[in-house]
């Protein structure tokens, strides 16, 4: 099993900047990737970063230029760097963790933008 350990959510005004924190631990394989998504309320979730083997990463087309993913290896930990925020970017943050076993989902932790 994998559990993941959110952090970093809160409230904060339009224009700021608040960085998320996704701490993974269990049965961690060598070769994985995690990613933070979103759902807004009435909305489906959605892509918001994903980082893979080597570094490589992927943003959702709303935060790019916006947000930044890094990641901690040695901690299994990954990082969203979420900077410019807008009252849009309101909704519930989820990490994920893959590997060839597991996909597994935290709990959440929410992001409000607003004056």
């Known amino acids: 099993q994998v559990q993941l350990v959110e952090s970093g959510g809160g409230l904060v005004q339009p224009g700021g900047s608040l960085t998320l924190a996704c701490a993974a631990s269990g049965s961690i394989s060598s070769h994985w990737n995690m990613g933070w998504y979103r759902r807004a309320p009435g909305e489906q979730r959605e892509l918001v970063a994903r980082?893979?083997?080597?570094?490589?990463?992927t943003y959702g087309d709303s935060v790019k230029g916006r947000f930044t993913i890094s990641r901690d290896i040695a901690k299994t930990t990954v990082y969203l760097q979420m900077n410019s925020l807008k009252p849009d970017d309101t909704a519930v943050f989820y990490c994920n963790y893959r590997d060839s076993q597991y996909d597994t989902w935290g709990r959440g932790t929410q992001v409000t933008v607003s004056s």
């Open positions: 980082i893979f083997t080597g570094g490589v990463a």
